[in-house]
């Protein structure tokens, strides 16, 4: 496997670049969209304290960057290298697709990709596929175990290549589709976490594109002409609830724009005094004294 990392080449204007970008639009508009998802990936990850904190003799961090071969995948996979790149994000990077075993995958795409951009990777070969189609009846989604099953492969690659974190390419249009799903199916206000600690402890799972929009994923990995990879097993089932959620946001979008940010910024901005969670705000102790809980 080649390793470029540390390889510097120019672009046309003579300036260094990692291979990830060479020949990226030059347009006004694609800079602009390259420098608000390296500025909003850079947000997330200092606002929710993903690098973890290390003595300075200790052993450089190191993270698995899950790649899917989907415009999401990519767009983390860029966003982090550019940023570390850039000496601001000071983690090693291993990315690491796993082979699920659907038929038709192919296989080649994301070990060529990442070989030419001279990215260190491991591809791993688990055959998940045959499990979610035994154990999941005709016409139920497959998502929740495949979802289960990629996870705790993705964990053990991850500790058998000494990293501490398994990081994931959800971005915010995920983080609010997640919040409606459990808020109309499940009855709690819950979403994807940007950082969060495995069950058993000893792994991080972080979502550095918890701030930036599918939109821009989407228009990024087309401007790039990366090699995109559709999650057929998936893709495959309509109806899906989640669906369901995106053609209702979507809705919701055209007829106010921005309202995606807006519903965003408040789940942001939680205040656990003004909702109805007991485990949360001590309300049987608020006294009258308390002025700075009442209400607005």
Excluded at 25 to 30: D, M, N, R, S
Excluded at 79 to 106: I, K, Y
Excluded at 206 to 225: G, I, Q, T, Y
Aim: include cysteine.
């Amino acid at each position: 496997m080649l390793d470029r990392e540390n390889q510097p080449q120019t672009d046309e204007a003579g300036d260094d670049i990692h291979p990830l970008f060479f020949g990226a639009p030059k347009t006004t508009e694609f800079k602009k969209l390259r420098k608000r998802i390296i500025k909003d990936t850079r947000e997330a990850i200092e606002r929710y304290g993903m690098i973890e904190r290390r003595a300075p003799d200790a052993p450089r961090e190191k993270w698995l960057v899950c790649l899917s071969g989907g415009k999401d995948s990519y767009t983390l996979l860029a966003a982090l290298t550019e940023l570390q790149w850039r000496g601001l994000l000071p983690v090693d990077l291993l990315a690491c697709n796993l082979d699920q075993g659907q038929p038709g995958f192919p296989a080649t795409v994301l070990p060529e990709f990442l070989e030419r951009m001279g990215v260190p990777h491991r591809i791993e070969y688990a055959d998940t596929y045959s499990i979610v189609m035994d154990k999941v009846p005709q016409g139920r989604t497959y998502c929740a175990l495949c979802s289960r099953l990629r996870r705790g492969n993705l964990y053990r690659i991850a500790r058998e290549e000494g990293c501490s974190a398994v990081v994931l390419g959800h971005h915010r249009d995920d983080i609010l589709e997640t919040f409606f799903l459990n808020l109309f199916h499940g009855g709690k206000l819950a979403t994807m976490p940007p950082k969060l600690v495995n069950d058993e402890g000893d792994l991080f799972v972080l979502r550095p594109l918890a701030h930036v929009s599918e939109a821009d994923c989407e228009r990024f990995a087309r401007a790039m002409d990366y090699p995109i990879i559709p999650c057929d097993l998936c893709g495959s089932q309509d109806g899906l609830q989640r669906q369901a959620i995106k053609r209702m946001l979507d809705g919701w979008e055209e007829k106010a724009p921005g309202r995606r940010q807006k519903m965003f910024s408040a789940l942001m901005s939680a205040r656990p005094s003004h909702l109805l969670d007991s485990g949360l705000f001590d309300f049987a102790g608020l006294t009258r004294a308390d002025r700075d809980n009442s209400p607005e």
